[in-house]
């Protein structure tokens, strides 16, 4: 299965549909919003670094100018699904091309039938080309115009980024339009062009900030008339000329066909390298494609300063701030199928290395604390106060941003992770080795000695689930931690093995001293780790003696148990917004026993709020669920990280896609049900466990530069 389809409109779920009718090209994306418009919707389009500053929230990505406007009067009636009739309905996105398509035989007001029909796509041949074409077959004689637009009155819910810059008509059937963010000063240019037209001479409405071609068509009974409109677009993050190039762009295509086909080629070579398929689970298979398509639409392939928001680019959710969702669930994707998106990726974070020592520093640490949340220049954008979800008047004050340092390990981890499936030693030399050294820095400073209990320890942390601030001793911050520490020793010898004028760079520009190295070898010996003799982990010091809870009782619920307690009392209960304990050993699973796992399983399971907490949590408690063999179990959960997006079981999709449920699912995939397992000397094997009603998984990965074709099949 590779396409979404809708069958009829509901106004009531557009928000929830634009989200999941998105489409991008990794440099953008646009919201699946009608091109002639709808009352309340959310109509957006998401450039790849174009920030700007927002009150309380500090920046966020902006919704740029409208590429898509266009009406349509079918004798002087605009068509539009808020009146008239809707006789028949059909949208569709086809994953496999990226091409969104939508059908509609309607009746106007008066009377005039016609079937109208829109396609679209963000070229992946040329991230720089957009493309929509529009053909009308009317049952009626007269006359059919059509208004394409470039709108740069778009705004984020209400607050204005855009100021005009300049607009203008370039030949008969062009015109462009530039615009530029109020504060952080990016200017974004959009060009359309009506080609090909045989019809009168468009008329050009310079109407201020909506530069508009109107074409007119005499109507026949029954022959279609169609009308293409390329659009060109670049930002001043792309070149000093951006209304230039935007022109260049939207020239560029010698018609539909050929753009569409040059966007087809693109996207059938993305899909040879992540190719996967589930026979006998059409749903299942679906959402996998779906989870894929929404994760290579947000991948930027050519800039290496930007990072894939939580929400990707396709909704207003936590204003396109990137967080460890990145590294952890969506990074691996890429890892194994699109190497070279990882590396910009991790390259970004290298880049804002310089931010993540500034935030170490000003909290009276060394080496690097990342954001967070992270933006353009990788700076803390948490916010520090949200409306409070019991009483939107009031505010709730957020600690991820004061509190969160596993954000740092999950970096390193990942460009571990990077280097291991790779072997792009080059990279791991120039940039990678310092991510680790330098992160491995910060966990070295940040541990406090605790004699009393002969340990270092970590105090004052927020760990993955979130119900729970202000804990000391996170049982996954400090193994990650101290994975990083010993990481980190690691790298250094390995660069001192192979690169040494690296090995010696960095000793020196990190100041890595025998002294300090010694008090990391320390630190990484005698971290704090509750782990009693069954092997069950404390997930921080005092959770146990928290008050028990027994999520049954609150069944059934549309809320999350953070709503139902409030944020104080959730803090006071043994209940867990995502798996935190678990997580790790799933991190790092070759280092615990089944016993260890499944003695952790079996007690964290019945007290994680899987159904309202963190849509983080279901694809890892479904990997998790695998490697204990409890198949059904594991199955479960991943149908319902499955359904987040296409189902909106959560009633949030329309802020966006959940990015990290999304390579969440992958990850479930190959490494849940498919049981990969890659060794260090880059050897593999597979310890299947498939659903019973599957017939087989077959799923395509890449390995130190080999593609490897996996086929499982249940006998
Ligand atoms: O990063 C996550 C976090 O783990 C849970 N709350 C939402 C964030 C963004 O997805």
Same mark, same amino acid.
């Given at each position: 299965?590779?396409?979404?389809?809708?069958?009829?409109?509901?106004?009531?779920?557009?928000?929830?549909?634009?989200?999941?009718?998105?489409?991008?090209?990794?440099?953008?994306?646009?919201?699946?919003?009608?091109?002639?418009?709808?009352?309340?919707?959310?109509?957006?389009?998401?450039?790849?670094?174009?920030?700007?500053?927002? /009150?309380?929230?500090?920046?966020?990505?902006?919704?740029?100018?409208?590429?898509?406007?266009?009406?349509?009067?079918?004798?002087?009636?605009?068509?539009?699904?808020?009146?008239?009739?809707?006789?028949?309905?059909?949208?569709?996105?086809?994953?496999?091309?990226?091409?969104?398509?939508?059908?509609?035989?309607?009746?106007?007001?008066?009377?005039?039938?016609?079937?109208?029909?829109?396609?679209?796509?963000?070229?992946?041949?040329?991230?720089?080309?957009?493309?929509?074409?529009?053909?009308?077959?009317?049952?009626?004689?007269?006359?059919?115009?059509?208004?394409?637009?470039?709108?740069?009155?778009?705004?984020?819910?209400? %607050?204005?980024?855009?100021?005009?810059?300049?607009?203008?008509?370039?030949?008969?059937?062009?015109?462009?339009?530039?615009?530029?963010?109020?504060?952080? $000063?990016?200017?974004?240019?959009?060009?359309?062009?009506?080609?090909?037209?045989?019809?009168?001479?468009?008329?050009?409405?310079?109407?201020?900030?909506?530069?508009?071609?109107?074409?007119?068509?005499?109507?026949?009974?029954?022959?279609?008339?169609?009308?293409?409109?390329?659009?060109?677009?670049?930002?001043?993050?792309?070149?000093? *000329?951006?209304?230039?190039?935007?022109?260049?762009?939207?020239?560029?295509?010698?018609?539909?066909?050929?753009?569409? =086909?040059?966007?087809?080629?693109?996207?059938?070579?993305?899909?040879?390298?992540?190719?996967?398929?589930?026979?006998?689970?059409?749903?299942?298979? @679906?959402?996998?494609?779906?989870?894929?398509?929404?994760?290579?639409?947000?991948?930027?392939?050519?800039?290496?300063?930007?990072?894939?928001?939580?929400?990707?680019?396709?909704?207003?959710?936590?204003?396109?701030?990137?967080?460890?969702?990145?590294?952890?669930?969506?990074?691996?994707?890429?890892?194994?199928?699109?190497?070279?998106?990882?590396?910009?990726?991790?390259?970004?974070?290298?880049?804002?290395? /310089?931010?993540?020592?500034?935030?170490?520093?000003?909290?009276?640490? =060394?080496?690097?604390?990342?954001?967070?949340?992270?933006?353009?220049?990788?700076?803390?954008?948490?916010?520090?106060?949200? /409306?409070?979800?019991?009483?939107?008047?009031?505010?709730?004050?957020?600690?991820?941003?004061?509190?969160? @340092?596993?954000?740092?390990?999950?970096?390193? +981890?990942?460009?571990?992770?990077?280097?291991?499936?790779?072997?792009?030693?080059?990279?791991?030399?120039?940039?990678?080795?310092?991510?680790? %050294?330098?992160?491995?820095?910060?966990?070295?400073?940040?541990? =406090?000695?605790?004699?009393?209990?002969?340990?270092?320890?970590?105090?004052?942390?927020?760990?993955?689930?979130?119900?729970?601030?202000?804990?000391?001793?996170?049982?996954?911050?400090?193994?990650?931690?101290?994975?990083?520490?010993?990481?980190?020793?690691?790298?250094?010898?390995?660069?001192?093995?192979?690169?040494?004028?690296?090995?010696?760079?960095?000793?020196?520009?990190?100041?890595?001293?025998?002294?300090?190295?010694?008090?990391? *070898?320390?630190?990484?010996?005698?971290?704090?780790?509750?782990?009693?003799?069954?092997?069950? @982990?404390?997930?921080?010091?005092?959770?146990?003696?928290?008050?028990?809870?027994?999520?049954?009782? +609150?069944?059934?619920?549309?809320?999350?148990?953070?709503? @139902?307690?409030?944020?104080?009392?959730?803090?006071?209960?043994?209940?867990?917004?995502?798996?935190?304990?678990?997580?790790?050993?799933?991190?790092?699973?070759?280092?615990?026993?089944?016993?260890?796992?499944?003695?952790?399983?079996? +007690?964290?399971?019945?007290?994680?709020?899987?159904?309202?907490?963190?849509?983080? $949590?279901?694809?890892?408690?479904?990997?998790?669920?695998? %490697?204990?063999?409890?198949?059904? =179990?594991? +199955?479960?959960?991943?149908?319902?990280?499955?359904?987040?997006?296409?189902?909106?079981?959560?009633?949030?999709?329309?802020? $966006?896609?959940?990015?990290?449920?999304?390579?969440?699912?992958?990850?479930?995939?190959?490494?849940?049900?498919?049981? %990969?397992?890659?060794?260090?000397? $880059?050897?593999?094997?597979?310890?299947?466990?498939?659903?019973?009603?599957?017939?087989?998984?077959?799923?395509?990965?890449?390995?130190?530069?080999?593609?490897?074709?996996?086929?499982?099949?249940?006998?």
């Amino acid at each position: 299965m590779w396409t979404l389809t809708e069958n009829s409109f509901d106004p009531s779920s557009q928000h929830h549909k634009e989200t999941i009718f998105t489409i991008g090209n990794g440099y953008l994306s646009t919201r699946g919003a009608f091109e002639e418009g709808y009352p309340g919707e959310s109509r957006a389009t998401f450039v790849h670094g174009v920030f700007d500053d927002a /009150p309380v929230v500090f920046t966020e990505l902006v919704n740029a100018p409208d590429w898509l406007s266009m009406q349509v009067l079918l004798n002087g009636e605009k068509f539009s699904l808020a009146s008239g009739e809707i006789l028949d309905y059909l949208r569709e996105l086809d994953l496999r091309t990226g091409l969104l398509t939508r059908r509609v035989r309607w009746q106007s007001p008066s009377g005039q039938v016609a079937t109208i029909q829109f396609e679209r796509f963000a070229s992946l041949a040329d991230q720089h080309l957009l493309a929509l074409r529009c053909q009308v077959w009317p049952e009626f004689d007269g006359q059919i115009e059509i208004r394409a637009a470039l709108n740069g009155h778009a705004d984020n819910q209400g %607050l204005a980024h855009w100021n005009h810059v300049t607009q203008r008509q370039e030949n008969r059937d062009t015109v462009g339009l530039q615009t530029r963010t109020r504060s952080s $000063g990016i200017h974004l240019a959009l060009a359309m062009r009506l080609p090909g037209t045989n019809s009168p001479e468009p008329d050009y409405w310079d109407t201020e900030n909506i530069p508009t071609l109107r074409q007119v068509f005499p109507a026949h009974n029954g022959q279609p008339i169609t009308l293409v409109k390329f659009v060109g677009i670049a930002t001043s993050r792309d070149t000093d *000329q951006p209304l230039e190039k935007a022109l260049v762009h939207a020239a560029r295509p010698e018609s539909w066909e050929a753009a569409l =086909e040059a966007h087809r080629q693109a996207w059938e070579q993305e899909w040879e390298r992540c190719e996967v398929s589930i026979e006998g689970d059409e749903e299942a298979e @679906i959402a996998l494609r779906f989870s894929l398509f929404q994760l290579l639409i947000a991948a930027p392939r050519h800039d290496k300063r930007v990072n894939i928001g939580a929400k990707t680019l396709s909704g207003f959710g936590y204003r396109g701030h990137a967080f460890w969702d990145t590294e952890i669930f969506m990074l691996p994707v890429f890892t194994y199928t699109a190497p070279h998106i990882a590396r910009n990726l991790l390259d970004y974070r290298h880049l804002t290395l /310089p931010a993540a020592r500034e935030k170490a520093r000003q909290a009276g640490f =060394e080496g690097a604390w990342f954001a967070w949340e992270s933006a353009d220049t990788g700076e803390e954008v948490t916010p520090t106060w949200v /409306p409070d979800f019991h009483d939107k008047k009031k505010l709730a004050r957020v600690w991820t941003g004061d509190l969160a @340092i596993h954000i740092s390990a999950d970096v390193a +981890y990942a460009a571990w992770q990077y280097w291991r499936a790779t072997g792009d030693d080059a990279w791991f030399t120039e940039s990678g080795a310092e991510l680790v %050294l330098d992160t491995a820095k910060f966990f070295a400073s940040r541990a =406090e000695w605790q004699p009393e209990r002969g340990c270092y320890a970590y105090s004052d942390v927020i760990g993955p689930d979130e119900y729970h601030d202000h804990n000391d001793n996170n049982a996954y911050t400090n193994r990650l931690a101290q994975w990083n520490i010993q990481t980190g020793l690691q790298t250094l010898n390995w660069l001192e093995k192979n690169q040494p004028e690296k090995a010696t760079e960095l000793a020196g520009t990190l100041d890595l001293t025998p002294e300090r190295l010694s008090k990391w *070898q320390d630190v990484a010996e005698k971290i704090c780790l509750h782990i009693d003799p069954t092997g069950l @982990i404390e997930q921080f010091d005092g959770f146990f003696a928290l008050k028990d809870v027994n999520l049954a009782d +609150y069944e059934p619920r549309t809320k999350s148990m953070h709503e @139902i307690f409030g944020v104080e009392a959730a803090n006071q209960y043994q209940v867990l917004k995502q798996p935190d304990v678990l997580m790790v050993q799933y991190l790092l699973h070759d280092e615990y026993t089944d016993e260890q796992i499944r003695v952790n399983y079996d +007690y964290y399971t019945p007290r994680t709020d899987h159904t309202y907490g963190s849509s983080l $949590g279901p694809s890892i408690q479904a990997i998790v669920a695998c %490697l204990m063999g409890d198949v059904d =179990e594991a +199955y479960e959960h991943f149908i319902r990280a499955a359904r987040a997006d296409l189902r909106d079981v959560r009633g949030n999709a329309g802020d $966006g896609i959940h990015a990290a449920s999304a390579g969440g699912i992958w990850q479930a995939l190959v490494f849940g049900f498919g049981g %990969l397992r890659i060794h260090p000397d $880059g050897q593999w094997e597979t310890h299947p466990r498939l659903p019973k009603h599957w017939k087989s998984l077959t799923f395509r990965f890449t390995l130190r530069g080999q593609q490897h074709l996996v086929r499982l099949e249940n006998r």
